[in-house]
């Protein structure tokens, strides 16, 4: 049995939008409600040597080397960020004191060498991955109230292929560029986008991903087998899929854009995906009649022609069209009210409501073949 997942969404211009085009917006770490919602800490694991190799590599042979790689020793939780930052950088390599090593050194120096270090670093970070969210959870009054605007929303309902939310397959995608479009920068994405669930976890201080691995080879100093680099890449997926067990009541999964070296532009970032997905809208308790059916006039026009289209092969779902009550023990749940089967609205007190929302409900609905030929899957 295929499973549902939830979209949330406020009414704007831009929700109206997607719903016309079937677009998927994946947004960064930064466009999201929770500033640390995706991203990575990339901590560097305590090796003397490894800095040592770094800070070759970044300033040349010189004698502060040995003294900042030494320094840095000194502190247990450095991170990527902590070599970014400028302001705190000459505190890492050089110390507050000034002794008989770094007397030698006047503000100045330092700071350029805190700047040669904290660019050549830049160079070497992974942009953070995009992602859409969704929910499998419809029926959370809280997840209401932060993402569909107070219940002035709806919440669009899925039904997953596999685990997966496939491209629509007449604007399909398989690569991205990055943001300046370089042909020689381009990531590859897939056809089928896999629903990744997000793990729940209390607030941990350990397994951070070693920072060093994501610079050249010769700063790590000894070779990383194919198996441990997979390992490693993992660990920093599952890193980019945990939350704060606050948020478990959220059941959130994510469609992941996987970073590639360099940001890409929003345009980028905007896909479109398969319309035979989408199964049913839940309108919010205070969402307006004439909002309720601006988005069923879209739904029933969508609907149409996506039954009319002459491409194939494609799953022809009927639209089951919910309201989000409050049941008699002031839970939060949803009752249809319609469903909208090939463009047409069958309302639901009609002799041909219960067939199709028995066959809804059990995840049926029409599939025509490659060769046009018409069956029931599930």
């Known amino acids: 049995m295929q499973v549902k997942i939830y979209r949330y969404q406020s009414f704007t211009p831009y929700t109206v939008k997607g719903l016309l085009y079937d677009e ?20 560097f694991h305590h090796h003397e040597q490894r800095w040592v190799n770094l800070l070759t590599l970044a300033w040349g042979n010189i004698p502060e080397v040995q003294l900042a790689a030494k320094n840095l020793m000194t502190h247990s939780k450095i991170t990527i960020s902590d070599l970014i930052d ?14 008989d090593n770094s007397a030698t050194l006047n503000n100045h120096e330092k700071t350029n060498l805190s700047n040669k270090l904290s660019f050549y670093v830049s160079q070497w970070i992974r942009a953070d991955t995009a992602s859409v969210s969704f929910s499998y959870a419809g029926d959370n009054n809280l997840m209401w109230s932060h993402y569909a605007g107070k219940h002035e929303g709806f919440c669009l309902i899925f039904r997953d292929d596999k685990g997966h ?25 897939p056809l089928r986008l896999k629903f990744e669930e997000v793990i ?32 490693y890449w993992e660990k920093v997926k599952r890193h980019q899929l945990t939350k704060n067990e606050n948020w478990a009541y959220e059941k959130e999964a994510r469609l992941i854009l996987h970073s590639s070296e360099h940001q890409i532009s929003p345009n980028q970032r905007l896909f479109h995906y398969n319309f035979g997905q989408l199964v049913g809208v839940i309108f919010g308790m205070r969402m307006s009649n004439s909002r309720r059916d601006q988005i069923t006039e879209i739904l029933c026009i969508k609907s149409e022609q996506h039954a009319r289209s002459s491409f194939k092969p494609k799953w022809l779902p009927d639209i089951i069209l919910n309201e989000a009550v409050f049941d008699s023990n002031n839970r939060m749940t949803f009752r249809p009210t319609a469903a909208i089967t090939h463009g047409r609205i069958i309302e639901r007190h009609s002799d041909k409501f219960d067939y199709i929302y028995k066959q ?6 029409l599939y025509i073949d490659e060769s046009g030929s018409i069956s029931t899957c599930s």
């Not at 560029?177 to 042909?183: L, V």
């Open 24 to 43: 998927l917006f994946f947004a960064y770490p930064e466009e999201l409600n929770d500033p640390i919602d995706g991203k990575v800490t990339f901590r």
């Open 86 to 99: 400028t302001s705190l950088l000459p505190f890492f390599l050089f110390g507050i004191e000034r002794n």
């Open 165 to 189: 939310l496939n491209q629509c397959p007449m604007r399909k995608r398989d690569s991205v560029s990055r943001t300046h479009f370089s042909r020689n920068m381009q990531s590859k994405v």
């Open 200 to 231: 729940y976890v209390p607030p941990s201080d350990t397994d951070y991903p070693d920072a060093f691995i994501l610079f050249p080879a010769m700063v790590y100093g000894e070779p990383i087998t194919e198996a441990a680099r997979t390992a």
């Open 360 to 365: 809804w409900g059990e995840d049926k609905c």
